[in-house]
Structures are given as structure tokens and as C-alpha cells.
């Protein structure tokens, strides 16, 4: 996660490292995959504790991450690729890694997105519905909010989200873009916080999560990256997982069930682990953070 100062100097705290370096058993010569570096917090922590033999493959979706990367941790061992974590295998085997120690993923949006307001993400923002993670993919937030059908549109803001009032949100949303389109973060915003009741948490929260889970295809490509982790890991290599919504975390926790099932994977994590209240205080954003973690058998 990031926090910004009263200079608008961002300034990179990751979350739950302790914890996160506790469930990958890091060997001083093992090769770790984190599969989403972000702002390379969890990876800095890493190449601190492994020797020059050790390597760590930072990938991301996002080029801004990847460039900031390649600013702040400029390091022999460590390779940067621009890519979905989907393609793990197929990153892997260019860099003729047949197997690695670890696989870390801190899942969701960092703050670092969320703060530009130029990427659509943001509640506040006056820029154009877009939430791309990946912004050369095609579809954005602004074609989901004005181009798909009231159904659909229910189900996500269901699937994804859990959101309550789905069909009120949904029928507005619709009744609005017959007038004119819904251009802005803001005026979706807008929409949505005369439905919803104002609580801990901003009115918007859940739809605009579905939207951005939607929009970057995130629970898919979670799948299939699981999948992939777990397949590359060497016996007794370790695969963690941070993430911020109950939808991550189920297909998390359902996806580790079904891989000790089957024989291939020791839960480490009988139960997700959460953030410290110390944690919490130093850095609010983390508190919906939870992680899970399994071992290869």
C-alpha cells in the first residue's frame, strides 16, 4: 500500500511483511516470484534476505509499476517483466526457470493507482471511467457502466462485490445514461451515494470494486494464476496470498481446499491471518488485508 505526506511524496508501506516473509521460509538461494510488485515493498524485503544467488521475478500488468521498479530496485536479481500473472508459466519458462521456492500475490489496487486520478479509479476523480490495471487492454469501467445491460450489471455488482442494493444501482445507472452518458468517476459516484447509506466505508466502495474486478477480468485471472503457482513450485516451495475482499479470499481459501484434497498442497493458514491494530494504526489501508498461505507436498 502507499501513503502520500503534506509534500505529495509517496512513500511505499507494504503490508504485513513480517508475515508475509514468515509463510514463503525464504531460502538464501531460492527463486521467488512476486506476482504482483506494485511498488516492489514485499520484494525489497526479499532481496534483503536472500544471497546473489537468489532471484526474485517481479511481474505486474501495470507499466507505471513496472517502471517505478525499475527507478527503485535497480538489483542483478531481480527480473521485471510487464505482464498479467495468468501467464506465470509462460514468463517462467523465457527465463528458463523450471521451478521456484515461492510465489507471493498482495492482490486488489494499490494506492499509487488509486491516488492518480488520471487512471479512473478514484470515487473523487472529474477524469473518465477507466480502472484499467493494464491500460493497454480494451475494455474500460466506462464501457461496463454504459454499454452493459441492467442484468448484467446486477450481476456483478452481486458476484463481486456483494453489494446490497445492486438492482436499485443498476436500475439508476440505466435510467441516468438514457438522458446521457455517465463520463466520470465522480458522477458515478454521485449516483450511487443517493442510494446507499453512508457507513464506515465510502457508499461507492463495492460497485466500484465490482466494476474494476469486471473490468480487469481479476477472479479469472486469479484462477488460472493459482494454478500455475502451484504447478511451478518446487516440493516444500510456498505460495502466499494478501487479499482485501471476501471475493478474492474465497476463490483463495477454496482453491487451497481443493489442492489439499488432492494431495498437493499443505495449508499452512488453517485460518487467514489479519493485520496487527498496531499495523492498522501505522497504516489504515491495510485493514481489510487478510492472507493465506499453503506448502507443496
Not at 96 to 103: A, S
Not at 226 to 236: G, N
Not at 273 to 280: G, K, N, V
Request: some cysteine; glycine content about 4%.
Amino acid at each position: 500500500m502507499l501513503l502520500v505526506d503534506m509534500d505529495f511524496k509517496i512513500e511505499h508501506t507494504p503490508v504485513m511483511v513480517k508475515e508475509v516473509l514468515e509463510i514463503l521460509n525464504l531460502k538464501r538461494d531460492g527463486v521467488y516470484v512476486d506476482a504482483t510488485i506494485g511498488c516492489g515493498g514485499h520484494t525489497k524485503e526479499i532481496l534483503k534476505r536472500i544471497s546473489s544467488e537468489g532471484r526474485v521475478v517481479g511481474i505486474d500488468r501495470d507499466e507505471a509499476a513496472i517502471k517505478r521498479c525499475k527507478e527503485e530496485l535497480s538489483d542483478p536479481r531481480l527480473f521485471l517483466v510487464k505482464a498479467n500473472f495468468s501467464q506465470l508459466k509462460e514468463i517462467l519458462k523465457e527465463l528458463n526457470i523450471e521451478e521456484v521456492d515461492g510465489v507471493f500475490f498482495d492482490l486488489g489496487i494499490s494506492m499509487m493507482q488509486l491516488r492518480d486520478f488520471s487512471r479512473g479509479f478514484s470515487f473523487y476523480s472529474s477524469e473518465r471511467l477507466d480502472m484499467r490495471m493494464d491500460q493497454s487492454s480494451e475494455l474500460t469501467a466506462w464501457d461496463v457502466v454504459n454499454k452493459y445491460s441492467e442484468r448484467r450489471l446486477i450481476q456483478i455488482f452481486e458476484d463481486y462485490a456483494d453489494e446490497p442494493f445492486a438492482k436499485k444501482i443498476a436500475k439508476e445507472i440505466i435510467r441516468k445514461r438514457q438522458t446521457k452518458t455517465i463520463d466520470t468517476c465522480k458522477e458515478l459516484s454521485e449516483i450511487i451515494e443517493k442510494i446507499v447509506p453512508k457507513k464506515r466505508i465510502h457508499p461507492a466502495t463495492r460497485v466500484f470494486q465490482a466494476i474494476r474486478v469486471e473490468v480487469n477480468k481479476e477472479f479469472e485471472e486469479l484462477k488460472r494464476a493459482l494454478s500455475q503457482a502451484v504447478e511451478v513450485l518446487k516440493k516444500k516451495g510456498r505460495v502466499c496470498v494478501i487479499s482485501y475482499h471476501s471475493g478474492e479470499d474465497r476463490i483463495v481459501k477454496n482453491f487451497f481446499k481443493e489442492q489439499e484434497k488432492k494431495g498437493i498442497l499443505r495449508i499452512l493458514t488453517k485460518k487467514p491471518i489479519y493485520p496487527s491494530l498496531e499495523e492498522i494504526i501505522k497504516n489504515p489501508s491495510s485493514r481489510s488485508a487478510r492472507i493465506r498461505g499453503g506448502e507443496k507436498i
